[in-house]
């Protein structure tokens, strides 16, 4: 209550911190004269006074204001637009090293221009990190121009470029890519054996758009770089088959947790199965000698208990792929970890891809926490305050919009059944459909959109085929026409190809979208419809005359369904159920009402809806039916709402919890990883490691000497014949040791330092023989790569570990504390085995007087697992290019062509063959291992 008062006298901490931004938006406005009336070579110029003032001493804060003057008056003359006031605060937020939380629509991609000018004044460089290929290289080119303009660099770092041009990129003044991109370059760096051959150049400032998406939802997994490993897909394929015979008691399902268990008589079935199948030889199932079993069973058993088809991925051309929770998109190449995906692949008859382990991983929350500034937009962040501020020690900024919001949001419509809902929403729909209103329907899942879209169709709608030619048509004839359209599109991932054209015509009047959530997709909704897409699409053939006429006419049309989508009022937001999460439903809500359009939005609910039926209460359906509710009657109230949002919060709550467990644990691999790193760039610096070798190799000596002779004991005690053997054995080297111990008055020290000068004389020997240049390049090479190889065996222990130390749990200890315990005693360890293996190596190494072959990386495949966004960066980014290009033919959409047959003889006719299918020359091996070696 005192809160509240305090709030209504003072104004919110936002208020606060917005008011304290007014002055300097003042100062600018008032340059603003001043800077336009300046020529365009003045203006760039201001650039090299800018950079002058800072190596003379000021601040990038002192320049705040005529940077932000100088950007706005750029961004004028180069693209046109004009930077709002609220963009400006914006910028200010961003440069401060916060999250700008700004609606769909206000221009966050604009904003971002005024702090990565200010900050790359500097020289350090500024990464602007994008969700996806296409929006990188989008924003990267027309936002280009504006850094263009002022004299600064711009770099793109997308999917399949090489180490030269990534270099480039990075060594521009402001560098533009995705998140995995930049996570993946700062793994593949510290792989390097060369320090010219790293492509990054630090981690000065970054920007994160879509924050949240990026820093919450793809944060949850790992960045993995992994190698093949043995192929066990007989394994998989073996034990799928026992699964389907396992009955209801046989195992315990935990949706809220999603996790699956087997029961005591499961395990006993299991096991007795297992044995039938010749798969379990002796002992029981736990036995130590059997692991590698159990884990076996227990994902075969999620993929068929947990894993639901064409809701959590599809079966397409042979392949599993991931369906993304948050945004519907297929991600084709990625793939689950920890052998889930071959048993998804076993569970649906499809070849099983060997296993991969891991060579390097990070976490984004690790990754991102290298930047000495990290500043971050969105539309959707302040519901994840708390983890922002706990994480990465970001506020987030409310920034208000440029003009009010006239978007009505009605509160929620609650049913018993999903069957009543989908009759509401229905008739909802045909309701607007009649007044040309345009409306987009967010579902959940692919499953839930085609269901709706099945209904329709019972209704005598019909779905638009966008790769078919005049598929529009009808669209525009209703829409000119002001009568309802009985038309459809549907954006999932079976239509990913098609998302292009099914956004731009969705502010249509008369349009209704089905969208499998609306996360993330970098394109805002035009009331109606996408000037720039029709002009691209009508008017690519066109020239002269006959385009100028008929680009006028499209600009007509345009302006004048605009008018009828107001009159109709305004995009309607429909959602079928509500996400676990409020950020994902606000994003849906945010895609009606930009810039001031009218909008509406509704939700409709059931108590089947999964959020209702896991986390609900399970007496409300009879509670409701005592009250006296009848079939098709929905309860509407602001309550039903607040309780809902009471529930999203409990779940946001609890996954946040279980996001920072998991940190919490890999930040003391990211300790490890940050000395190992650390020290690896550190010897490709130095010149000669001649000094560190030879620390390592006294001590080795150290160790031997401490391991067999113990101290202040008398010789007799001394293990001469075991240390004489450890001293061939590590140090290739025979002092007479025996001699040595029948000395009067020898102690365990001047032992120590007798064999040290052993060793040390015994490597002098051999560099004279090796030559000392090549000695120096050796060193560091066996160095490095040992290095990496005790690195990556440490990383597959310290995963293992991960898994079984919760059990430790149920003897009352901590399994943070015993992984912090075991995990320094294992990285002590892999210190040890470093000294002693490249000594080892050192002190017998012959090697022929030319320079070695340089060393190699192991083959490597980059993933990230279950990211929120799940575009296919690649695919996605070479279909928006085709169109950007003017090409709208069914292959540029990524439709399917049939295949033309295949000829043994020809490979011409062979056409697109995937890495992992047989080769179709008839060899019967992989064609990643046949003609693909020289693809």
């Given at each position: 209550?005192?809160?509240?008062?305090?709030?209504?006298?003072?104004?919110?901490?936002?208020?606060?911190?917005?008011?304290?931004?007014?002055p300097?938006?003042?100062?600018?406005?008032?340059?603003?004269?001043?800077?336009?009336?300046?020529?365009?070579?003045?203006?760039?110029?201001?650039?090299?006074?800018?950079?002058?003032?800072?190596?003379?001493?000021?601040?990038?804060?002192?320049?705040?204001?005529?940077?932000?003057?100088?950007?706005?008056?750029?961004?004028?003359?180069?693209?046109?637009?004009?930077?709002?006031?609220?963009?400006?605060?914006?910028?200010?937020?961003?440069?401060?090293?916060?999250?700008?939380?700004?609606?769909?629509?206000?221009?966050?991609?604009?904003?971002?221009?005024?702090?990565?000018?200010?900050?790359a004044?500097?020289?350090?460089?500024?990464?602007?990190?994008?969700?996806?290929?296409?929006?990188?290289?989008?924003?990267?080119e027309?936002?280009?121009?504006?850094?263009?303009?002022?004299?600064?660099?711009?770099?793109?770092?997308v999917?399949?470029?090489?180490d030269?041009?990534?270099?480039?990129?990075y060594?521009?003044?402001?560098t533009?890519?995705?998140?995995?991109?930049?996570?993946?370059?700062?793994?593949?760096?510290?792989?390097?054996?060369?320090?010219?051959?790293?492509?990054?150049?630090?981690?000065s400032?970054?920007?994160?758009?879509?924050?949240?998406?990026?820093?919450?939802?793809?944060?949850?997994?790992?960045?993995?770089?992994?190698?093949?490993?043995?192929?066990?897909?007989?394994?998989?394929?073996?034990?799928?088959?026992?699964?389907?015979?396992?009955?209801?008691?046989?195992?315990?399902?935990?949706?809220?947790?999603?996790?699956?268990?087997?029961?005591?008589?499961?395990?006993?079935?299991?096991?007795?199965?297992?044995?039938?199948?010749?798969?379990?030889?002796?002992?029981?199932?736990?036995?130590?000698?059997?692991?590698?079993?159990?884990?076996?069973?227990?994902?075969?058993?999620?993929?068929?208990?947990?894993?639901?088809?064409?809701?959590?991925?599809?079966?397409?051309?042979?392949?599993?792929v991931?369906?993304?929770?948050?945004?519907?998109?297929?991600?084709?190449?990625?793939?689950?970890?920890e052998?889930?995906?071959?048993?998804?692949?076993?569970?649906?008859?499809?070849?099983?891809?060997?296993?991969?382990?891991?060579?390097?991983?990070?976490?984004?929350?690790?990754?991102f926490?290298?930047?000495?500034?990290?500043?971050?937009?969105?539309?959707?962040?302040?519901?994840?305050?708390?983890?922002?501020?706990?994480?990465?020690?970001?506020?987030?900024?409310?920034?208000?919009?440029?003009?009010?919001?006239?978007?009505?949001?009605?509160?929620?419509?609650?049913?018993?059944?999903?069957?009543?809902?989908?009759a509401?929403?229905?008739?909802e729909?045909?309701?607007?459909?009649?007044?040309?209103?345009?409306?987009?329907?967010?579902?959940?899942?692919?499953?839930?959109?085609?269901?709706?879209?099945?209904?329709?169709?019972?209704?005598?709608?019909?779905?638009?085929?966008?790769?078919?030619?005049?598929?529009?048509?009808?669209?525009?004839?209703?829409?000119?026409?002001?009568?309802?359209?009985?038309?459809?599109?549907?954006?999932?991932?079976?239509?990913?190809?098609?998302?292009?054209?099914?956004?731009?015509?969705?502010?249509?009047?008369?349009?209704?979208?089905?969208?499998?959530?609306?996360?993330?997709?970098?394109?805002?909704?035009?009331?109606?419809?996408?000037?720039?897409?029709?002009?691209?699409?009508?008017?690519?053939?066109?020239?002269?005359?006959?385009?100028?006429?008929?680009?006028?006419?499209?600009?007509?049309?345009?302006?004048?369904?605009?008018?009828?989508?107001?009159?109709?009022?305004?995009?309607?937001?429909?959602?079928?159920?509500?996400?676990?999460?409020?950020r994902?439903?606000?994003?849906?809500?945010?895609?009606?009402?930009?810039?001031g359009?009218?909008?509406?939005?509704?939700?409709?609910?059931?108590?089947?809806?999964?959020?209702?039926?896991?986390?609900?209460?399970?007496?409300?359906?009879?509670?409701?039916?005592?009250?006296?509710?009848?079939?098709?009657?929905?309860?509407?109230?602001?309550?039903?709402?607040?309780?809902?949002?009471?529930?999203?919060?409990?779940?946001?709550?609890?996954?946040?919890?279980?996001?920072?467990?998991?940190?919490?644990f890999?930040?003391?691999?990211?300790?490890?990883r940050?000395?190992?790193?650390?020290?690896?760039?550190?010897?490709?610096?130095?010149?000669?490691?001649?000094?560190?070798?030879?620390?390592?190799?006294?001590?080795?000596?150290?160790?031997?000497?401490?391991?067999?002779?113990?101290?202040?004991?008398?010789?007799?005690?001394?293990?001469?014949?075991?240390?004489?053997?450890?001293?061939?054995?590590?140090?290739?080297?025979?002092?007479?040791?025996?001699?040595?111990?029948?000395?009067?008055?020898?102690?365990?020290?001047?032992?120590r330092?007798?064999?040290?000068?052993?060793?040390?004389?015994?490597?002098?020997?051999?560099?004279?023989?090796?030559?000392?240049?090549?000695?120096?390049?050796?060193?560091?090479?066996?160095?490095?790569?040992?290095?990496?190889?005790?690195?990556?065996?440490?990383?597959?222990?310290?995963?293992?570990?991960?898994?079984?130390?919760?059990?430790?749990?149920?003897?009352?200890?901590?399994?943070?504390?015993?992984?912090?315990?075991?995990?320094?005693?294992?990285?002590?360890?892999?210190?040890?085995?470093?000294?002693?293996?490249?000594?080892?190596?050192?002190m017998?190494?012959?090697?022929?007087?030319?320079?070695?072959?340089?060393?190699?990386?192991?083959?490597?495949?980059?993933?990230?697992?279950?990211?929120?966004?799940?575009?296919?960066?690649?695919?996605?980014?070479?279909?928006?290019?085709?169109?950007?290009?003017?090409?709208?033919?069914?292959?540029?959409?990524?439709?399917?062509?049939?295949?033309?047959?295949?000829?043994?003889?020809?490979?011409?006719?062979?056409?697109?063959?995937?890495?992992n299918?047989?080769?179709?020359?008839?060899?019967?091996?992989?064609?990643?291992?046949?003609?693909?070696?020289?693809?």
């Amino acid at each position: 209550m005192l809160g509240n008062l305090a709030k209504k006298i003072f104004g919110s901490a936002n208020d606060r911190r917005l008011k304290s931004y007014r002055p300097k938006v003042a100062e600018i406005n008032a340059l603003e004269p001043e800077v336009a009336a300046l020529s365009d070579e003045a203006l760039r110029g201001r650039t090299d006074e800018f950079r002058a003032q800072l190596a003379a001493g000021k601040s990038l804060d002192d320049l705040l204001v005529p940077a932000f003057a100088t950007v706005r008056e750029a961004a004028k003359r180069a693209i046109g637009q004009r930077h709002f006031d609220v963009q400006l605060v914006g910028g200010m937020v961003l440069h401060e090293g916060a999250i700008s939380e700004m609606k769909t629509g206000e221009g966050k991609t604009l904003v971002a221009t005024l702090a990565c000018y200010l900050n790359a004044l500097a020289g350090n460089g500024v990464h602007v990190v994008t969700v996806n290929d296409y929006l990188a290289r989008r924003d990267s080119e027309n936002m280009g121009r504006i850094y263009n303009f002022l004299g600064l660099t711009v770099g793109v770092i997308v999917h399949g470029l090489d180490d030269s041009e990534r270099a480039q990129a990075y060594a521009a003044d402001i560098t533009y890519g995705t998140n995995n991109e930049f996570g993946f370059d700062y793994l593949r760096d510290n792989m390097k054996y060369e320090l010219n051959q790293m492509v990054q150049r630090g981690h000065s400032y970054a920007i994160v758009d879509e924050v949240d998406s990026i820093l919450i939802d793809e944060a949850r997994t790992p960045l993995i770089i992994s190698g093949p490993s043995d192929d066990r897909s007989d394994l998989y394929n073996s034990i799928d088959k026992l699964i389907p015979r396992l009955d209801k008691g046989d195992f315990e399902l935990d949706e809220k947790q999603r996790s699956a268990s087997l029961t005591e008589d499961g395990n006993e079935k299991v096991e007795q199965l297992l044995r039938e199948a010749g798969l379990l030889t002796e002992g029981s199932l736990y036995e130590s000698a059997n692991v590698t079993l159990v884990h076996h069973v227990n994902q075969a058993l999620r993929a068929h208990k947990l894993f639901q088809r064409d809701k959590d991925y599809i079966v397409r051309n042979g392949e599993v792929v991931i369906i993304d929770e948050f945004t519907g998109r297929m991600m084709p190449g990625r793939r689950y970890s920890e052998g889930q995906h071959q048993a998804l692949e076993a569970k649906e008859g499809v070849t099983v891809q060997p296993e991969n382990v891991t060579l390097a991983s990070i976490t984004f929350q690790n990754y991102f926490r290298l930047y000495k500034k990290l500043a971050g937009m969105t539309g959707t962040a302040s519901t994840e305050s708390e983890e922002f501020a706990e994480i990465y020690k970001l506020d987030v900024v409310e920034i208000p919009t440029n003009k009010p919001v006239r978007r009505i949001d009605s509160d929620d419509e609650v049913y018993r059944t999903s069957g009543e809902k989908l009759a509401a929403i229905v008739t909802e729909i045909e309701a607007a459909n009649a007044k040309a209103q345009p409306l987009l329907v967010g579902t959940t899942s692919i499953e839930k959109s085609e269901q709706l879209a099945e209904y329709l169709k019972t209704k005598g709608y019909k779905i638009i085929d966008f790769g078919a030619p005049g598929a529009l048509d009808k669209l525009y004839a209703a829409a000119r026409s002001g009568k309802p359209s009985k038309q459809f599109a549907v954006l999932n991932a079976r239509f990913h190809e098609q998302e292009a054209y099914i956004v731009a015509e969705a502010g249509v009047p008369g349009a209704i979208t089905i969208a499998t959530n609306m996360a993330g997709r970098g394109t805002d909704i035009q009331l109606g419809g996408n000037l720039d897409m029709r002009l691209k699409q009508e008017c690519a053939e066109l020239e002269g005359e006959a385009r100028e006429a008929r680009e006028k006419a499209i600009r007509e049309e345009v302006a004048e369904f605009k008018e009828k989508a107001l009159a109709g009022g305004g995009l309607y937001i429909i959602g079928t159920e509500r996400h676990e999460s409020r950020r994902i439903d606000n994003q849906l809500r945010g895609r009606s009402g930009r810039q001031g359009d009218p909008g509406q939005s509704k939700f409709f609910l059931s108590l089947q809806d999964d959020l209702m039926r896991i986390f609900g209460s399970d007496r409300m359906d009879a509670m409701l039916v005592k009250l006296g509710l009848q079939e098709g009657e929905a309860i509407i109230h602001p309550w039903i709402n607040k309780a809902l949002e009471k529930a999203q919060q409990k779940v946001e709550a609890r996954n946040f919890d279980m996001r920072k467990n998991v940190l919490k644990f890999d930040n003391v691999m990211n300790d490890q990883r940050k000395v190992v790193f650390e020290q690896r760039r550190e010897m490709m610096a130095q010149e000669s490691l001649e000094d560190v070798i030879g620390e390592m190799r006294h001590g080795v000596v150290e160790d031997l000497v401490a391991a067999h002779v113990p101290h202040d004991a008398y010789p007799e005690a001394w293990d001469i014949a075991g240390l004489t053997e450890a001293a061939k054995a590590q140090l290739n080297i025979e002092p007479p040791l025996a001699d040595w111990a029948k000395e009067e008055g020898i102690a365990d020290e001047e032992l120590r330092d007798r064999l040290e000068k052993a060793a040390d004389e015994a490597y002098a020997a051999r560099e004279q023989m090796n030559s000392l240049d090549l000695t120096r390049y050796i060193e560091k090479q066996v160095l490095l790569q040992t290095l990496d190889h005790l690195w990556r065996e440490h990383l597959v222990v310290l995963d293992h570990l991960r898994q079984v130390i919760g059990w430790r749990g149920l003897a009352q200890r901590d399994p943070l504390n015993e992984y912090k315990s075991e995990a320094f005693e294992l990285f002590d360890a892999l210190i040890t085995r470093l000294r002693e293996i490249v000594t080892a190596q050192l002190m017998r190494i012959e090697v022929a007087h030319q320079r070695p072959a340089e060393p190699q990386l192991p083959p490597m495949q980059a993933m990230h697992l279950d990211p929120s966004t799940g575009e296919d960066e690649l695919a996605l980014a070479q279909i928006n290019a085709r169109i950007e290009a003017g090409d709208f033919s069914p292959r540029a959409l990524g439709a399917a062509e049939p295949a033309p047959e295949r000829d043994p003889n020809n490979p011409e006719t062979w056409g697109r063959i995937g890495r992992n299918e047989a080769c179709p020359c008839g060899s019967g091996k992989k064609y990643k291992h046949c003609h693909g070696v020289l693809a």
